[in-house]
Nanobody, 122 residues
């Protein structure tokens, strides 16, 4: 299973970015999808997540600025980020908890994308 994240970049404070993440491989089903971020010197922290039933979670610091969405049929995840602040600068990672096929067995595990850099600066 591989995850490919994209959409990061340099944006001015108050600007917007849309992150995308596509999962591929022998995925049977995805239970949850989410975005995490890690700034230099900080631990990786959860930003937002969405479950296959549609329930979403947002970290307190999001404060209504970000929207997570996902298409569980095509294994794609998005994060719409608005009103970006310099404190939002970090490497953003996508994550899925998925059931995958290996040989004749089914297994469940978390998978991570490679990260995409978001820099908010004037």
């Amino acid at each position: 299973v591989q995850l490919q994240a994209s959409g990061g970049g340099l944006v001015q404070p108050g600007g917007s970015l849309r992150l995308s993440c596509a999962a591929s491989g022998r995925i049977f089903s995805i239970l949850t999808m989410g975005w995490y971020r890690q700034a230099p010197g900080n631990q990786r922290e959860s930003v937002a997540s969405i479950a296959s039933g549609g329930v979403t979670y947002y970290a307190d610091f999001v404060s209504g600025r970000f929207t997570i969405s996902g298409d569980f049929d095509v294994n794609t995840l998005y994060l719409e980020m608005n009103s970006l602040k310099p404190d939002d600068s970090a490497v953003y990672y996508c994550n899925i908890n998925a059931t995958y096929i290996k040989g004749e067995g089914f297994y469940t595990a978390p998978f991570w994308g490679q990260g995409t850099q978001v820099t908010v600066s004037s």
